[in-house]
């Protein structure tokens, strides 16, 4: 895949649409996008998205959509390397601390 020349190093008039050598590096970055952009050219690589949605990185050079969930779950780290994921969670999980917090502040 060819890349997009680096942005024109020319000073700008007041409207870059009015400025040839702008209006044909845009044109290009236009005929080069023609849809999703990838990670590789500073884009998601994803094409679309609902609301909820987060982005995280899967892998070094990929960037993954995690869907939404139902009311109630939250977002756990599944450790280093490992994907995000939504779960329940128990009083189990909580640390003592939080309780006496709620207790304090209730």
Known sequence: MSRLSPIPAVPL?????????????????????????TVADGGTGI???VVGDLIYASATTTLSRLADVATGNVLTSGGV??????????????????????????
Do not use: M
């Open 13 to 37: 008039r007041d409207n870059p649409q009015e400025d040839s050598v702008w209006k044909r590096w845009l044109q290009k970055l236009n005929d080069k996008i023609g849809g999703t952009l």
């Open 47 to 49: 094409s679309s998205y």
């Open 81 to 106: 390397g490992v994907a995000p994921s939504y779960g329940k969670v128990s009083p189990l999980h909580l640390h003592p601390d939080i309780f006496a917090f709620c207790a304090a502040h209730g």
